[in-house]
C-alpha cells in the first residue's frame, strides 16, 4: 500500500506546532520541506499566525479538538509529524485527542501516516489497550528510535515490524559551515526537575571554570520560549549563578532554527540540555557537549559520537569542566554528522509517492 500518493494533495500535519519552541518549528520545517511540490497542507498550530506567517499554510487550532476535525474533514490525510504524540505522560486527554483523529481519518477512509514518532511512555494499562488497536490501523509509519519502534512491534506486532528506525528529521535540515575557533560558549539549557539547587551550582561552577579559563562570553539561547526564557534571570535572582559568569553571560531570544544555527556556527562549543539543540548545533558544524535530561538525549548523543554527561547522577564541576575544555574548538567528524544525515532522510521516504 502507498498511502501518500493519496494523501499528500492535502494532507492534515499534526503535532506540537505554535507552541514557540524552536525544536517543534524545526520538525515543522523539516516535515514540509520532504512534502512533494505542490501539495497543500493544513497544520495543527497554538499560535497560528505565527506559523501561518513563517511557513506559509493553513493552520488549525490544535488545542480545540472540533477545530482540528473540522480541519481533518477538508484534508485527504492525516500525518502525525515528529516528536512522542502517542504518550500518556501529559495525560490521558491528549493520548484520546491523537487516538480521536486517526479513528476519525480511517472511518473517512482517509490513510494515517506516524512520521518520525517516538512511541510512549505509556504508563497506563488502557493506554497500551488503546494504542495496540491504534497501531494497526495506521498506513505507514517511521520511528525515531528503536526503544519506540520495539514498543511498536510488542503491541501491534507483525503491522509494524517493517516500520524503518531512522535518526531525527531535524538533521535533513541544510547546514552551515563552522567559523566560531575562539567563539563564545554557546547554552541550549532548560529548567530540569532533574536538577536541586546544589546540582545548578555544580554545573553554573564548571561553566563559570570554563568561560574563565578559555576567557570567552557565554551566550544563554532559550530553545523553548516559555520554558527555557529567563533562565539565567531566574539562577541569578536565586544566587546560584556566580558574580563572574554572570559579568560574561547574556540571554539571546531566537525566533527560528536557522538563528540558532547561525550563533551555534560561530561558538567554540555549544552546550545541549535540548534535543534539537544537540542537532542543530552539530548541524551548523559546531563543537557540541550533551547533557542528557532525558533518554533521547543520550542516545541522539552516543549515535552521534558527542561526549555527553547524565544529569543524574551528575559528575563533579571539576570533571564537567575538564570535559568541555577538551571540546572547546573541537568540532565532531563529518562522517558522523553526514551518517546521521543519512539515517534521518528515510522518513522522507514515506511522504512521497512510490515511483513506478
Not at 157 to 183: E, F, I, K, Q, Y
Not at 189 to 197: A, E, P, V
Not at 201 to 215: F, K, M, P, T
Not at 275 to 299: C, E, F, M, N, T
Request: aromatic share 4%; net charge positive.
Amino acid at each position: 500500500m502507498t498511502p501518500t500518493s493519496a494523501v499528500l494533495a492535502r494532507p492534515l500535519l499534526c503535532g506540537y506546532y505554535g507552541e514557540h519552541n524552536i525544536g517543534d518549528d524545526a520538525l515543522l520545517q523539516a516535515l514540509l520541506s520532504g512534502l512533494p511540490a505542490g501539495a497543500k497542507p493544513c497544520v495543527t498550530a497554538a499560535d497560528q499566525q505565527q506559523v501561518q506567517q513563517r511557513f506559509g499554510v493553513f493552520t488549525c487550532d490544535r488545542r480545540r479538538l472540533r477545530s482540528t476535525l473540522r480541519a481533518l474533514a477538508d484534508c485527504d490525510g492525516l500525518i502525525l509529524g515528529g516528536g512522542s504524540l502517542l504518550q500518556d505522560s501529559t495525560s490521558w486527554r491528549s493520548l484520546l485527542y491523537y487516538a480521536a483523529l486517526i479513528l476519525t481519518a480511517r472511518l473517512q477512509g482517509k490513510p494515517v501516516i506516524l512520521w518520525a514518532q517516538g512511541l510512549g511512555p505509556l504508563r497506563r494499562r488502557r493506554s497500551r489497550v488503546l494504542v495496540s488497536r491504534l497501531l494497526p490501523l495506521v498506513s505507514a509509519a517511521s520511528w525515531r528510535d528503536r526503544q519506540s519502534a520495539a514498543l511498536a512491534q510488542r503491541l501491534a506486532g507483525v503491522s509494524r515490524a517493517m516500520d524503518p528506525v531512522a535518526a531525527d528529521p531535524v538533521w535533513t535540515l541544510p547546514p552551515m559551515h563552522w567559523r566560531g575557533r575562539g567563539g563564545p560558549i554557546v547554552l541550549a539549557w532548560r529548567s530540569s526537575s532533574l536538577l536541586s539547587d546544589a546540582d545548578w551550582c555544580v554545573l553554573l561552577q564548571a561553566l563559570s571554570a570554563l568561560a574563565e579559563q578559555s576567557d570567552r562570553p557565554v551566550l544563554w539561547l532559550p530553545l523553548h520560549d516559555i520554558q527555557d526564557g529567563g533562565l539565567m534571570e531566574r539562577l541569578k535572582g536565586q544566587g546560584l549563578l556566580p558574580k563572574s559568569l554572570a559579568a560574561r553571560s547574556r540571554e539571546i531570544r531566537l525566533q527560528r532554527p536557522e538563528e540558532l544555527m547561525a550563533q551555534a556556527s560561530a561558538a567554540g562549543l555549544v552546550l545541549a540540555m535540548r534535543l534539537h539543540g544537540l542537532i542543530l548545533a552539530a548541524r551548523a558544524g559546531a563543537p557540541v557537549s550533551a547533557l542528557s535530561y532525558d533518554p533521547k538525549v543520550a542516545a541522539a548523543a552516543d549515535a552521534l559520537g558527542c561526549p555527553w554527561a547524565d544529569l543524574q547522577p551528575l559528575p563533579s564541576a571539576d570533571a564537567l569542566t575538564s570535559s568541555w575544555q577538551k571540546q572547546l574548538d573541537q568540532p565532531l567528524p563529518s562522517a558522523a554528522i553526514a551518517a546521521q544525515v543519512q539515517s534521518a532522510a528515510q522518513h522522507q521516504g514515506l511522504l512521497k509517492p512510490a515511483t513506478p
